[in-house]
């Protein structure tokens, strides 16, 4: 890493926890070798009567980098190191609590939501309110409603009671109302654009709610067959007018089913003058002086 990119932090014995365009140093390290787009830092200001961020957002858009990229410089500047970002100011923090990833324990037969339901008992017995917590996705191992009310009731916990710095990353967005409720919680999105039926992710972290999570979008990307991204629009638009008149088996029982239709043959594009012209032409039988006037036909051809 390049040593004008990185800031000698503040460490006192204040609560928060300010990253003035922080970045993550692996993923940025990466995106250079690679020689793709640059890495889009972003701020993160925990403090006092702003404690902890729910954050919302499309799959791929950043939150799990955005979190991880937080806990790094906390535990870089605790050591002592310059960290990756402009400028940065961290309160000590006594422990570092991270729930991130999806993974199962199949030596001792647990499940993957009971592996993330033990670290999370963990976590919400052990932090106290020096700690800094990052929580992603919790609760989407099980059936929705079980997942958003364990994730709601994590949530109020670490605000009641844990009392800590923490970014919980959801895509329940029903939680999003608790930031009317709990006095040091505010929502924070990872910003996307909607262009033509795709998303463009943009990776900017600002404070306020996703409109939705832009699934079935993230589903094209990976390259699900059309006819699948199709039908998915076909069911989530029964079950989203289902949800708004209280009547989703009603009208998921009126839907068709699914066609598997095979994915329609590639358009043929149309030939164009210059290629019809090359077409016709033959190189081993034209003179230097011949093949000259042909590169200069088709010069003008181009040129129309």
């Known amino acids: 890493a390049r040593e004008e990119d990185w800031a000698r932090p503040s460490v006192d014995m204040s609560h928060a926890l300010e990253i003035s365009q922080g970045r993550h140093p692996v993923v940025e390290q990466a995106l250079r070798r690679q020689g793709s787009t640059s890495f889009v830092p972003n701020d993160c200001v925990l403090a006092e ?3 902890l961020w729910l954050l919302t957002g499309p799959n791929m858009a950043g ?4 979190l991880r990229q937080n806990a790094l410089i906390a535990v870089l500047a605790q050591m002592g190191s310059y960290v990756p970002a402009v400028a940065a100011r961290v309160g000590i923090v006594s422990q570092l609590f991270s729930r991130v990833g999806a993974s199962d324990d199949l030596a001792r037969g647990r499940s993957t939501f009971m592996v993330e339901m033990v670290e999370t008992a963990a976590i919400l017995n052990q932090a106290d309110d020096r ?8 609760g ?7 997942g958003l009310s364990i994730a709601w009731a994590t949530l109020e916990h670490l605000h009641e009671s844990n009392n800590c710095r923490a970014l919980f990353a959801t895509h329940y967005h029903e939680m999003t109302q608790l930031s009317d409720k709990l006095a040091r919680c505010s929502n924070a999105t990872v910003m996307v654009k909607e262009w033509e039926g795709d998303i463009i992710f943009l990776h900017e972290v600002r404070k306020g709610v996703a409109d939705r ?4 979008q993230v589903a ?5 067959p059309e006819s699948v991204i199709a039908r998915a629009r076909v069911v989530l638009e029964a079950l989203e007018k289902g949800e708004r008149e209280g009547s989703n088996k009603a009208v998921i029982d009126d839907l068709p089913l699914f066609s598997a239709t095979p994915a329609p043959a590639p358009m043929k594009a149309k030939e164009s003058e210059v290629e019809g012209a090359l077409a016709e032409i033959f190189p081993d039988e034209l003179t230097p002086r011949e093949a000259l006037a042909v590169l200069y036909e088709l010069k003008a051809k181009m040129a129309k």
């Open 49 to 51: 009567d702003d404690q």
């Open 63 to 66: 939150k799990s980098t955005f």
């Open 131 to 138: 700690a800094l917590v990052i929580l992603d996705e919790i």
């Open 140 to 146: 989407r191992g099980t059936a929705t409603y079980d």
């Open 213 to 216: 999570s832009y699934g079935v």
């Open 220 to 224: 094209k990307l990976a390259g699900l």
